[in-house]
């Protein structure tokens, strides 16, 4: 008789890499929107947040989800929150969106697609 089944010693590594990817994803989320939420008090710890993000994503290969990506100054690391360290601009023309960073004056542009 063989109490000790043979499915608990069995490994399921595309599940166990699913669970790795889930929690890189939940951890950079989490790690982002506390950036977003502590820059007012604390740039440093702001930008920080931001950093660990960028190692997990790299790390895991799990990519930043692109909205959040754009809000992200890749020249000082700053979360970008428009109204308060961001300038948003619309080029209605060519599609293009453009986020400048008041705290260094870096800016990008990403298209974006018009809405209906
Ligand atoms: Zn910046």
């Not at 989320?29 to 820059?39: D, M, V, W, Y």
């Not at 959040?68 to 979360?79: R, T």
Request: with cysteine.
């Amino acid at each position: 008789m063989n109490f000790m089944g043979s499915r608990s010693t069995r490994r399921n590594y595309g599940k166990m890499r699913s669970a790795v990817t889930a929690v890189a994803r939940e951890r950079i989320e989490l790690l982002l929107s506390q950036a977003i939420e502590i820059l007012p008090r604390d740039t440093d710890l702001a930008k920080r947040y931001v950093g660990l993000a960028q190692r997990i994503s790299t790390r895991t290969k799990v990519r930043i989800p692109k909205d959040m990506k754009h809000y992200l100054c890749k020249n000082c690391g700053q979360p970008l929150i428009p109204g308060k360290n961001a300038r948003i601009r619309l080029r209605s023309g060519n599609s293009r969106i453009i986020i400048s960073c008041l705290s260094c004056g870096s800016f990008r542009r990403y298209p974006y697609r018009k809405l209906g």
